[in-house]
């Protein structure tokens, strides 16, 4: 490993009680889209951690919010004792969810309410004569989470050693891309041949035996924000229903209005998946706190059969439901999803902008404030940087230098591309984005910089 450019984040260890590999900075306090370090350096927040933030830190509606319910009612276990606050926050989340989501489950994270919502399915399969559904389709690439399940639900072919002999993988199709397309392909056409891929891997295993599809509708942590053709959602709806495959969409990451709508199936409204679940954003780093939204008609056919019958100590925290539903109230006095699509607009316009005047940038893609901007040492060609040259290392130790968080990544040792989310506070305002766009713009010019050092460009 090299020691100018050690690994930051991805795969940083994460165990306490030792020094860490790589100093990163130690967070004094945060407010908005900043944070300031011990030391008083300022940070930007350009992706809200890993897509979580959506409020900003420290919004003080939300955190009085949370006081006044943990100091009223701290704690109800959901199996034996209610609170108002998780009745009153499932209302609402199944209200603005619309027909098709009158039921709701919570969790404490993405992972846990991935597992759920596959649980959930198997169970209504059990319940309903068809024991024999039991496969997972997913992406390639895909991530749903690291919960053993979670895990081994995504499409990430470097587990699979993890994973043998130890818990069944999800069969994987290969994502739509839009810019990693194969030589005569159009984004349309790699989304139609996705989608004739379920077809044939739901026939191939027996659509008797094919539980559930697992797909972001707009790709997150795995594949950098790759928003597929509004075609490829009408057709794996289409043949989910037709093989009587549990449609999923894990909204993790592109859920709770960081795509410009509160839930990101709502941009294509004629398709409606049978399960949705929502993370990060929900809480908003203020509390745990993810959902599963099924219909009545799903869960109250399996209530009447054998009931769903799992939960968690911490299901519907009261606190974490208060947060929950002070963070809508923030969402709405804010205006927050018309901001996504405002802010959204502005930076993809200085993200475009920079692919003009940089030689780094191959794309930017992404939906509202969910955006990705990919590294090529090519734009021609779009080869990727060599390995070597450890160009995410790079990117987060010069961004840490210029005051920037930011969240980068590759998949599938880079045969994906190599790319960094621009994806800061939904609260973000005309001057956050401009500053965000200036720091960006210095980061791509000291990564070229080393780039021509290194005679890659
Ligand atoms: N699904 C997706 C799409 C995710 O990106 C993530 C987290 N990155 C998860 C699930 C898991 O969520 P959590 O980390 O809250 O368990």
């Not at 319910?69 to 499932?90: F, K, T, V």
């Not at 159009?186 to 659509?207: F, K, Q």
């Not at 509708?217 to 495959?245: K, L, M, N, Y």
């Amino acid at each position: 490993m090299s020691t100018e450019f050690p690994e930051i984040g991805g795969t940083q260890d994460v165990f306490y009680g030792r020094p860490p590999a790589v100093p990163l900075p130690m967070m004094a306090r945060a407010e908005g889209i900043r944070f300031w370090d011990e030391a008083g350096k300022e940070y930007i927040d350009a992706s809200s951690g890993p897509m979580v933030s959506a409020l900003g830190h420290c919004n003080p509606n939300v955190v009085a919010a949370m006081s006044r319910q943990a100091l009223r009612l701290d704690y109800a276990y959901p199996q034996i004792a209610r609170s108002r606050s998780n009745l009153d926050y499932a209302a609402r989340l199944s209200a603005m969810a619309g027909p098709g989501f009158e039921r709701v489950n919570f969790a404490s994270g993405g992972s846990e309410a991935i597992d759920n919502a596959l649980k959930f399915a198997r169970q209504y399969a059990l319940a309903t004569n068809q024991a024999s559904r039991r496969r997972i389709i997913s992406l390639d690439p895909s991530y749903h989470g690291a919960t053993i399940a979670s895990l081994a639900a995504g499409g990430n072919d470097t587990l699979r050693p993890f994973f043998d002999g130890f818990a069944v993988m999800a069969q994987t199709i290969r994502a739509p891309v839009t810019y990693r397309l194969n030589p005569g392909e159009t984004p349309e056409s790699s989304a139609a041949a996705s989608a004739r891929e379920l077809e044939d891997t739901i026939v191939a295993l027996g659509p008797e035996t094919v539980l559930a599809f697992l797909i972001e509708p707009v790709g997150g942590v795995s594949t950098g924000a790759v928003v597929p053709p509004a075609g490829f959602f009408t057709a794996i709806r289409d043949i989910c229903t037709r093989h009587g495959v549990f449609l999923i969409f894990d909204e993790a990451i592109c859920g709770a209005g960081r795509t410009g709508t509160f839930f990101a199936a709502h941009h294509w409204p004629d398709v409606r998946p049978d399960i949705i679940v929502q993370a990060k954003g929900l809480g908003a780093g203020y509390a745990p706190l993810a959902a599963m939204l099924v219909s009545a008609t799903h869960a109250d056919t399996l209530a009447r059969l054998t009931g769903f019958n799992f939960s968690y100590s911490y299901n519907a925290n009261p606190v974490s439901c208060a947060v929950g539903l002070a963070v809508l109230d923030e969402f709405d006095r804010l205006d927050l999803c018309a901001n996504a699509i405002r802010r959204g607009a502005e930076l993809r316009t200085g993200l475009e902008a920079l692919k003009e005047s940089c030689p780094l940038v191959g794309d930017v893609r992404g939906l509202g404030m969910l955006l990705a901007v990919e590294l090529v040492a090519d734009k021609a060609t779009k080869a990727p940087l060599q390995q070597e040259f450890r160009a995410l290392d790079r990117l987060r130790r010069h961004a840490l230098d210029l005051g920037l968080l930011i969240y980068a990544r590759e998949t599938a040792g880079g045969r994906f591309g190599q790319w960094f989310m621009v994806a800061p506070p939904l609260v973000a305002t005309h001057e956050d984005t401009d500053l965000i766009l200036e720091r960006i713009a210095r980061l791509l010019d000291r990564v070229a910089s080393d780039a021509v050092a290194a005679r890659l460009l």
